[in-house]
């Protein structure tokens, strides 16, 4: 038997609670894991909440991401005793996820731990910090270099924004993060932001074209912001989106595109190819510091998942939420 938090769905209303699973109800697949530590993103709140249809069968249990142990392997690419790392392709929501104290995974969407890194540190990054890398990639493989001029991150104090902002740091960037939250911006540039603006000054219906500024944007928001983001582009720039915080809504000209050339480039966490993801997470155990993991996040126990979900929500939560599978260990 194995603890989990399972959503279901009753007369339409949604309703999360810790469950005691047999292993046998486990989804049959190749890998099963011994999780040691998952967490709560964005996506993972809005299904505990019920806020969102992101959840496509009940009962299920949550979580886009988790690290761990093979216990059981029918794949020759892994066996028991190695330690995985897992992010998307469904897990948490159409295939019961992380949050849960046990997992049966395909191969296919797993990835090793690198070396260099524990599973609680995998979870720290997660799939957050994995977005922020990928985004990174994107830039550097347009060109986009630490000398082409300032790189904007929106939703900043976000999981991904925080991984952004150190990332590009470490690379030699000069980042402008954007908050609603500018109590938080000596946080913000003790990662490694050169400056914080307000976010109001780019969430308002903005001109199709605007002053050039940016040489690069790594976007977690969406809707008004990025299409600020992309009319205040330098020619030849690049904008990454990845998160839609704000909206869905992409209320924008083309006018940065034909008369600026600028690129919009969609970073997709979920469907990744595993090369695509091997290298994300090799860049970011090769970038890393020890250092960088100690303000970056929250722990919290499986109980208490359901509560800090909805502080999430609220804009309560800075950074990543860690959730320990094995607080006694």
């Known amino acids: 038997m194995f603890k989990a938090l399972q959503v279901t769905n009753i007369d339409g209303k949604t309703c999360a609670s810790i469950s005691l699973i047999d292993e046998e109800e486990l989804p049959k697949s190749e890998v099963t894991i011994e ?58 929501e159409k295939h019961w996820g992380g949050l849960s104290e046990k997992a049966c995974l395909q191969s296919d969407w797993l990835i090793p731990l690198p070396k260099s890194l524990t599973a609680k540190q995998s979870m720290v990054i997660g799939t957050a910090g994995y977005t922020a890398m990928l985004s990174v990639l994107a830039l550097e493989k347009q060109n986009v270099m630490p000398n082409s001029g300032d790189i904007l991150v929106t939703g900043a104090n976000g999981g991904v924004g925080n991984f952004a902002i150190i990332l590009l740091n470490r690379l030699g960037y000069k980042v402008v993060a954007s908050t609603g939250r500018l109590e938080e911006a000596n946080h913000l540039k003790a990662l490694g932001a050169t400056e914080v603006i307000d976010r109001q ?46 909206g869905m809504d992409f209320t924008a000209s083309v006018a940065p595109f ?11 966490s979920v469907m ?15 970038l890393l510091q020890e250092k960088d993991f100690e303000s970056l996040y929250t722990e919290v126990t499986l109980e208490e998942v359901e509560e800090t979900a909805y502080k999430l929500l609220d804009g309560k939560v800075r950074g990543r939420v860690l959730v320990n599978m094995k607080p006694d260990q």
């Open 35 to 92: 999780v040691h530590y998952s967490t709560i993103n964005y996506k993972d709140a809005l299904a505990i909440k019920g806020a969102a249809p992101i959840l496509r069968f009940f009962p299920m249990v949550p979580g886009i991401d988790l690290s761990g142990v093979v216990t059981h392997s029918e794949s020759s690419e892994f066996s028991k005793g190695d330690w995985v790392v897992l992010n998307g392709f469904g897990v948490g």
């Open 201 to 246: 000054s780019l969430s308002e219906p903005g001109k199709p074209l605007q002053k050039e500024r940016w040489a690069g944007v790594i976007d977690c928001v969406g809707s008004h912001t990025l299409a600020n983001a992309c009319a205040s582009t330098q020619y030849g720039g690049v904008v990454t989106a990845c998160g839609l915080a704000q």
């Open 258 to 268: 034909i008369l600026r050339g600028v690129k919009l480039i969609g970073i997709d």
């Open 272 to 286: 990744r190819p595993k090369q695509d993801r091997i290298e994300a997470w090799q860049r970011l155990s090769d």
